[in-house]
């Protein structure tokens, strides 16, 4: 091996973040006093937009990761603009007399529904107390009674006289199974036919005159029974009335006088007054035995009774009472078409199913009606019906209610079709960006209902607000978990996690959950230790354990390694064969692993075969890498000459899928060390993706990677040559642990950033890449020399049997 | 009252045809429920009807004022037969649901005969007959000159709650103190007295009234005639007490 050529090692200082307890002024981050929220100006604006402006249709769409604490301050928002909202009326349902399955929504002043109830229930005890009373009254009785004497007397009268005619014509009037017989009688017995015989014609002739007569009499006082009947009938009816009228009004007054200003409350009155004093008799069911219940009937609740069922108020929306400010902000958690538009429910009645207006009951449209509704956009898509209801339910302005079921007419039965209740409040969905941007794509009804986008940021630029406002937020999450303060040393931990968490030195997370678990695990630790403050140890310890947990995988394939049962050499040099890097995401844990990549290469007609793809184990950006370090081939070597290459790629020992691009810098390295048949050094490994001019580029999960690689080192005793090449690109991403941190300050461990895979051939064989000169070759010696010189003579040969080929042919 | 401290053994139902045994028959279960009594029925084929029915003069008359022709002794008997038949099976299943004892019988007879045969010391008479309008107003308890104390009123007035309708008391003058104070007691008081001054002045006040039934309570002597009573009275009829003895 040569001497040391390629890039410089990168010192410590570049490894990771400098974040250090002494940029922290505070004893404790108990000091600090929050900032309000960071980095979420562009988010906050636009819920603060929906919140405020009086507009329809500019609903919301909260764009961000689980976690950002989007719901968290899109509440707040709401909250604090509900405050200054007015309160928005109450809803009730009631009875439409003249049409039951059309109930009416009545819309009153906030806190007023309830009222309106209760107003409407003691009108219902206190009638169904009066009424009685009434029809019990002396002054009723003896109506009555004049009514009923009246309408007897008149019949009995009439029937007395048929009957007493009948006796004095000697005329008798029998009740028989088949009515009544009139028949002569003499002596005060029935006349039979030889005694008539007897008589002369005459006679005879005056007895059936007296029958005839008597005969029509009784026929015409029975025929006058149903009139009479009737007009009795009437009498008492009209009696009724007048007696209910009187007391309906008395009753009634009351409420008509608390609810005077209120039309709709007066067109429904009238209505009750009416059906009130037609249905008078309701009033006058006796209970008898367990049914009259134990109290007195003074304290009975006689609105509760089914047949009273029909004045009842259903309050769909109660405001709260007095006192109460601002309008709604529900949460929705599951929402479901029911509990979205509100449903109606069914009772069964022997076997059938039946409803009333009772059974209407709300959804959180009705609840958040005024006010602001929050909804999860993945649980509103995924429940059948819902988006379509919510949709219709802003196109229109108004909460219909109708039962899916009907709908689809999966059943038979009688049904309400409710007053829709006008709607005015502001949705705002939270969701991922999946969701709004498939939303946005797909269905057309979406931006004109859903006008604003509250997209959260992930992460903060470290120079946009400070360290002072991050550390203050931090502050913030661990007062508002009840978590112990944090010394300086673990504030400057917990934003080393920070820039892990979002892959880069120049950004801190936004995951305001994952932050939070972080502190929450350190404060487990700091209590177990017995300390007030949470220190550096103890957020250490919870990284270290957070690791520890999820590390069995880890440990897994590195044991493998280890035992060599998976082999990667970590010294030595060897032709074809490098260190790619790859990173494994299982669950919620990232961890990097080494893998062999071999190359193999011979005389051939311009093909690399990748074997990954070959079977089908390669992913497409996978391939895209191969076809691009083919391009780079191609034009960097014997470009006057055909391609006679045939190559090879695998990664060794994988049985698994591979993707992404980030090995394409190794592959092209193994090839290129194929060709020039020039070891690579095995002490070092290697990611990063090249284009088609050699410049090398970023790759994700850089951190990882590293670690990966020096953990397999360290386990087999750290040289001092061993290290990892890395992107240049990717050194601002470096965020590295403090145990490769330590190793690379010791001289133990080397992190080497390529800009071009010229710094990739150099640093891997200790030889010039080689640049071409004036004359147009690669300086003699130089690694492109070689792989040049190999290429040319494969063209060579390659021409050679060619012309071999079609001599044979000739002497043929 | 208790079924084995009853002083009365049944509660006899009678009627001459289905429509008047179905317009007593709630009445009847009433009683024998108060008096812890038995329920018979009895459907009298009265001789006095056939006769008339032989007869080729009568006229027929339904009880809703329609001429009926056709009236012969065969078809009186059938409506006889159709309804003892309708009668018991009513009977049967009033008295199965009121939990009482009951037995039926289908009499050929006069009215009065039958039961003179039939009715035994202690035994109610009901004498069933339809009201040609539905409902009367108030029962009628003829005391004439009995204690007032006496068992009857209290029975009455037990009747008088069940049915619901108020009860008009004939008792001669010299009871008349007692009664009002008893019934001056009653919820409501909507109980009236009136003066019993005999037979012939109770037919007429009966004539001008529409009781619901009337219920005979007097001594042997003051009973009327059961028939002029019914004429009179033109509703169920109930004898109780000596009056029932005396028939």
């Not at chain 1, 290290?723 to 145990?739: E, F």
Request: with cysteine.
């Amino acid at each position: 091996m040569a001497k040391t050529l390629g890039p410089e090692p990168l010192p410590a200082a570049k490894l990771s973040a400098q974040v250090k307890a002494e940029d922290f002024t505070f004893t404790t981050s108990a000091e600090l006093r929050e900032s309000g929220w960071i980095g979420q100006d562009r988010a906050l604006g636009a819920i603060r937009m929906a919140a405020e402006m009086r507009h329809g249709d500019f609903n919301a769409f909260v764009l961000g990761n689980p976690g950002s604490g989007r719901r968290r301050m899109t509440r707040a928002i709401l909250s604090e603009a509900a405050m200054n909202r007015p309160r928005p009326a109450d809803w009730v349902y009631v009875n439409n007399f003249g049409a039951p399955h059309k109930p009416v929504a009545i819309k009153l002043p906030a806190g007023m529904g309830t009222a309106f109830r209760k107003a409407m229930e003691d009108l219902i005890d206190e009638l169904a107390n009066d009424i009685p009373a009434l029809f019990d009254s002396e002054d009723y009785q003896t109506r009555r009674r004049g009514i009923e004497q009246s309408y007897s007397e008149e019949h009995e009268a009439e029937m007395s006289k048929v009957f007493e005619q009948a006796r004095a014509r000697d005329v008798a009037i029998l009740r028989t199974p088949m009515g009544f017989t009139v028949v002569g009688t003499r002596d005060g017995e029935v006349m039979t036919p030889e005694k008539r015989r007897s008589l002369s014609d005459d006679e005879q002739a005056a007895i059936d005159a007296a029958v005839d007569e008597t005969e029509q009499e009784l026929a015409a006082a029975l025929k006058a029974v149903p009139g009479r009947e009737k007009q009795h009938r009437r009498e008492v009816e009209d009696l009724n009335y007048a007696m209910a009228t009187g007391g309906v009004d008395v009753a009634i007054r009351t409420l008509r006088e608390a609810f005077s200003g209120i039309r709709a409350v007066q067109d429904y009155l009238d209505a009750v007054r009416g059906d009130l004093i037609e249905n008078a008799e309701i009033f006058l069911v006796r209970e008898d035995g367990a049914e009259a219940g134990p109290f007195p009937v003074a304290t009975t609740r006689h609105y509760a009774k089914p047949r009273f069922q029909r004045y009842t108020v259903n309050v769909i929306v109660a405001q709260d009472g007095d006192g109460a400010t601002g309008a709604p902000v529900i949460e929705e958690e599951l929402p479901t078409l029911a509990n979205l538009i509100g449903r109606i429910e069914f009772a069964s009645e022997m076997g059938a199913l039946v409803t009333n207006f009772t059974m209407i009951k709300p959804g959180a449209l009705h609840r958040a009606n005024g006010g602001f509704l929050i909804l999860d956009a993945r649980q509103v898509l995924s429940e059948p019906l819902a988006w379509d209801a919510l949709k219709r339910c802003l196109r229109t302005r108004e909460i219909a209610i109708y039962s899916p079921a009907e709908r689809f007419s999966l059943i038979s039965t009688v049904s309400l079709a409710p007053d829709p209740v006008p709607l005015d409040l502001r949705v705002i969905m939270v969701g991922e960006r999946i969701f709004y941007y498939l939303l946005a794509a797909l269905d057309p009804d979406f931006t004109q209902l859903f006008k604003l986008e509250a997209d959260f940021n992930d992460h903060i630029a470290v120079s946009a607000d400070g360290p002072a406002a991050y550390a203050a937020m931090i502050a913030g999450i661990a007062r508002d978990g009840g978590l112990r303060p944090l010394d300086p040393p673990a504030m400057a931990w917990v934003f080393h996690e920070s820039h892990r968490m979002t892959d880069d030195a120049g950004r801190l997370s936004l995951g305001l959950d994952h932050l939070s678990d972080l502190l929450r695990e350190a404060d487990f630790w700091a209590g177990a230790e017995g300390r007030d403050v949470i220190g550096a140890g103890a957020v250490e310890k919870a990284v270290s354990e957070r690791e520890f947990r999820a590390g069995r995988l880890r440990e897994l394939g590195a044991d493998a390694i280890l035992r060599e049962t998976l082999m990667i050499d970590t010294d030595g040099a060897r032709v074809g064969q490098i260190n790619a890097l790859s990173v494994l995401e299982i669950g919620g844990t990232r961890f990097g692993r080494p893998s062999r990549l071999t190359a193999r290469t011979r005389l051939g007609t311009g093909k690399v075969v990748d074997i990954e793809r070959e079977t089908e184990l390669g992913g497409p950006i996978h391939s895209k890498g191969m076809l691009i370090l083919q391009g780079y081939l191609a034009a960097a070597y014997a470009t006057d000459a055909p391609m006679s290459l045939w190559a090879s790629l695998v990664f060794e020992q994988s049985y698994g899928g591979v993707d992404g691009d980030s090995a394409s810098a190794a592959e092209l390295l193994a090839l290129i060390s194929s060709l020039s048949d020039t070891p690579i050094d095995q002490s070092l490994a290697i990611t990063g993706s090249v284009n088609q001019f050699g410049d090398i580029q970023a790759i994700g999960g850089v951190n990882e990677k590293i670690e990966g690689f020096f953990d397999i080192c360290a386990a087999r005793g750290l040289t001092g040559r061993q290290g990892v090449l890395i992107p240049a690109a990717n050194v601002k991403h470096l965020s590295l642990r403090l145990r490769v941190i330590e190793a690379v300050e010791a001289g133990q461990f080397r992190i080497l950033p390529m800009r071009s895979i010229a710094d990739g051939i150099e640093a891997l064989t200790g030889f010039v890449a080689g640049e071409r000169g004036e004359d147009g070759v690669y300086p003699e010696g130089s690694v492109n020399r070689r792989t040049e010189d190999r290429l040319r003579a494969f063209a060579e040969k390659r021409k050679a049997f060619g012309r071999l080929g079609k001599e044979a042919k000739a002497d043929v | 009252m208790s079924e084995t401290a009853s002083p009365h053994a049944r509660v006899i139902l009678s009627a001459t045809c289905y429509a008047d045994a179905e317009a007593a028959l709630h009445l009847a279960v009433l009683l024998a429920r108060t008096a812890g009594a038995g329920l018979h029925g009895i459907l009298v084929s009265d001789e006095t009807i056939l006769s008339a029915a032989a007869h080729p003069h009568a006229r027929a008359v339904s009880f809703s004022g329609q001429a009926v022709t056709q009236v012969t002794v065969e078809t009186m008997h059938a409506a006889f037969r159709a309804d003892a038949r309708l009668f018991q099976k009513r009977l049967t299943e009033a008295a199965q649901k009121a939990v009482l004892e009951t037995s039926f019988s289908a009499i050929r007879g006069r009215m009065m005969a039958v039961l003179a045969r039939s009715a035994e010391a202690r035994d109610i008479i009901v004498i069933g007959f339809r009201r040609s309008i539905k409902d009367g107003d108030a029962l009628v308890l003829v005391l004439g000159d009995r204690d007032a104390g006496h068992d009857q009123l209290a029975f009455a007035l037990q009747l008088s709650a069940l049915t619901r309708k108020r009860l008009i008391v004939f008792a001669t003058p010299r009871r008349e103190g007692e009664v009002v104070a008893i019934l001056a007691r009653q919820r409501g008081n909507l109980h009236e007295y009136r003066p019993y001054l005999g037979t012939a002045n109770l037919l007429r006040e009966l004539e001008r009234m529409s009781p619901a039934a009337v219920i005979i309570a007097t001594g042997q002597e003051e009973v009327p005639p059961v028939g002029a009573l019914i004429n009179a009275a033109r509703c169920p009829v109930v004898l109780t007490g000596p009056a029932a003895d005396g028939v």
